[in-house]
């Protein structure tokens, strides 16, 4: 990656003020009606609702494609190669039967499903990208925004779009939340889950006493050698949430299941693992029982080393406007990693400041909003004016 740290500054506060002052509440209003419009990642006609929505609204200064599995596409140029990626997801984890439904202004707190995660980053997205527009920059810049709708459910569906478009980026940026001191990502755990499945062979437990061929048992010995995969040094973790089997306590259990999440934070690291997995797989502790193991979803590692020249020039973006980011590593796993994979330098976290994603509490700040949309349009001139060839 070539780096020139010393692109001109093209924008100022004083410019983006009086765009912000003029777009807030029309902003506001588009933002009340993607939240308060529920969009389940199993709701397709409430997430077809939203992407209509949100492709009408930029329809002015972007084109608009619907893609398969929920998927829109919207971009300013038909370039093949060396366009940004600008990331987001649509969908969030509350069902249509949820309490929590609303779009609520509170002070400087803005609190409804989806604010932080993440309809708040395709806000961002949208209105930094109108900015550049009103600042006739857009065109500067070949971009392709593009928005999935299984995120939540391990984008399954959407991952070989995202990494099909990934690979001829130049780079790419996600809006997945900020961090709560304003970081943006440089790195996050990769993870892999797991299903494992027991089958043994039922009995009265009355009359069996050596030789069953319990299901529940067979599995203990597993969970034990699964949690013997948390490593603290290495950061590793590894968590068996879920379990279930058996009938009843007078019946040997033919069957039982557990759900396994596993989180690392190097690629290198995921070798290793692997090969343990195959290893506790393979192992049998009760005669007669049978072991599977499914693997559910797995999203590799963002590794920092890989991102941290794209980050430095965000920094200098930054410096421009009066306004400090820091990097973080975060635990958690986003589309991200995708990109991640693939090769192609990749920032996440540019989304507005909040928080208690995932429940009924989520939130962001207010005047975040502003200050990301500011960062994003000013870090996609600097990042492109450094490393387009």
Same mark, same amino acid.
């Given at each position: 990656m070539t780096i020139n740290l010393h692109s001109r500054n093209i924008m100022n506060r004083e410019q983006f003020e009086k765009f912000y002052t003029e777009h807030e509440q029309e902003m506001l209003m588009?933002?009340?009606? @993607? %939240?308060? /419009?529920?969009? +389940?990642? +199993?709701?397709?006609?409430?997430?077809? /609702?939203?992407?209509?929505? $949100?492709?009408? /609204?930029?329809?002015?200064?972007?084109? /608009?494609t619907h893609l398969e599995?929920?998927?829109? @596409? @919207? +971009?300013?140029?038909?370039?093949?190669?060396n366009y940004v990626l600008l990331m987001g997801h649509m969908d969030t984890v509350f069902p249509e039967s949820s309490?929590?439904?609303?779009? #609520?202004?509170?002070?400087?707190? #803005?609190?409804?499903?989806?604010t932080y995660d993440m309809k708040g980053g395709l806000i961002v997205v949208l209105y930094a990208l109108k900015f550049l527009h009103n600042m006739d920059l857009l065109?500067? #810049?070949? %971009?392709?925004?593009? #928005?999935?709708?299984?995120e939540e459910i391990g984008s399954l569906n959407s991952k070989k779009i995202i990494q099909e478009m990934a690979k001829d980026a130049l780079f790419a940026f996600v809006f997945e939340g900020g961090g709560i001191n304003g970081e943006i990502v440089t790195g996050r755990k990769g993870k892999i889950g797991l299903k494992g499945i027991t089958q043994g062979e039922a009995g009265h437990a009355a009359f069996i006493i050596e030789g069953k061929k319990s299901a529940v048992l067979e599995m203990a010995y597993k969970i034990i050698q699964f949690e013997h995969l948390n490593d603290s040094q290495k950061n590793i973790s590894c968590n068996v949430g879920k379990i279930t089997g058996g009938t009843g306590a007078n019946t040997v259990p033919d069957y039982c299941e557990i759900l396994i999440d596993i989180r690392y934070t190097c690629n290198e690291d995921a070798k290793a693992l692997n090969e343990k997995i195959k290893d506790i797989a393979r192992t049998t502790h009760v005669e007669g029982v049978k072991f599977q193991l499914i693997k559910t979803s797995e999203r590799p590692c963002m590794e920092r080393k890989n991102n941290i020249g794209l980050f430095q020039i965000v920094t200098e973006a930054t410096t421009d406007i009066k306004m400090k980011v820091k990097e973080e590593f975060r635990?958690?796993?986003?589309?991200?990693?995708?990109?991640?994979?693939?090769?192609?330098?990749?920032?996440?976290? $540019?989304?507005?400041i909040g928080g208690n994603d995932h429940s009924d509490k989520e939130y962001i700040l207010k005047d975040s909003l502003k200050d990301r949309i500011l960062l994003t349009a000013n870090a996609l001139l600097k990042c492109y004016s450094n490393l387009k060839q």
């Open positions: 588009l933002f009340q009606q @993607l %939240v308060e /419009t529920n969009s +389940y990642s +199993y709701n397709s006609t409430g997430i077809k /609702t939203c992407l209509d929505l $949100f492709g009408q /609204t930029a329809s002015p200064f972007l084109e /608009t599995n929920n998927c829109l @596409l @919207l +971009y300013n140029k038909k370039v093949e190669k309490h929590f439904q609303n779009f #609520i202004i509170d002070g400087n707190l #803005i609190k409804g499903p989806g065109n500067d #810049i070949p %971009v392709r925004f593009l #928005i999935n709708s299984d635990n958690g796993v986003s589309d991200a990693n995708f990109i991640a994979e693939v090769g192609t330098p990749v920032l996440d976290g $540019f989304g507005p």
